[in-house]
């Protein structure tokens, strides 16, 4: 079946621009997390849904940043005023729930902010 | 808060055995998982552990010890293909959220 998709591939945009990052997950996978990831870096969590409600929003940098997701399937990461600093790849999973134990990934989104 | 620690860089030649270590810390542990990650890839899952002791799945096998915070993946009969990042990641906090280690590098030379 499908995998995890994530639109767009690549993202250039200019430094205090808007940006909207798409996420579709696998059919009937209640939870889906965002991640950032430096070039070289490891994983950084941003947000993660169960359903429609996200739980923990810890993770997100700054009140720049917000998601969401509608109908329990696509979730949309937000990045308003972009800065330099958020240049990364941001990569979105998804899972049967929040306890299953594995997070499919799509192939993320490469965002480079000029 | 949560944060996890392993090495940074790993080498191992051809059919060795390497382990790569994971120490954690955490409260509400639900499970430990590891990923690989291959250059421009996304993270594929390897292993989970949520109780103490091994797992094994074909080359790989995962171990946790809950009560020492500690974990480790180990891989068998090294492959080229096996180069690659590896990602040690904890469960918990107090909610469902997964906060990954910073990776581990690994590099299999022939």
């Known amino acids: 079946g499908a995998g995890v998709s994530q639109s767009p591939s690549n993202k250039v945009t200019e430094k205090g621009k808007d940006v909207e990052l798409r996420c579709d997950p696998i059919?009937?996978?209640?939870?889906l997390y965002w991640y950032r990831q430096s070039l070289g870096q490891g994983l950084e969590f941003l947000i993660y849904?169960?359903?429609?409600?996200?739980?923990?929003k810890s993770g997100l940098p700054s009140d720049r940043f917000s998601a969401e997701r509608t109908g329990g399937s696509v979730s949309t990461l937000t990045i308003q005023r972009t800065q330099q600093e958020d240049s990364a790849v941001y990569l979105c999973a998804s899972s049967l729930g929040v306890l299953a134990d594995e997070q499919y990934f799509g192939p993320g989104t490469r965002l480079t902010v000029t | 808060g949560q944060s996890l620690e392993q090495p940074s860089e790993v080498t191992a030649v051809e059919g060795a055995i390497v382990q790569i270590n994971c120490t954690y810390q955490t409260s509400g542990f639900y499970g430990l998982s590891w990923y690989q990650q291959h250059d421009g890839g996304a993270p594929t899952f390897l292993s989970y552990n949520g109780l103490d002791g091994l797992e094994e799945t074909g080359r790989f096998s995962s171990f946790l010890s809950r009560s020492d915070s500690y974990g480790y993946l180990l891989l068998q009969e090294l492959q080229m293909k096996d180069s690659a990042s590896y990602f040690c990641a904890v469960r918990g906090g107090g909610g469902f959220k997964t906060i990954f280690g910073a990776g581990t590098r690994l590099f299999v030379k022939a």
């Open positions: 059919s009937g996978h209640t939870a």
């Open positions: 849904f169960q359903g429609n409600s996200a739980p923990d």
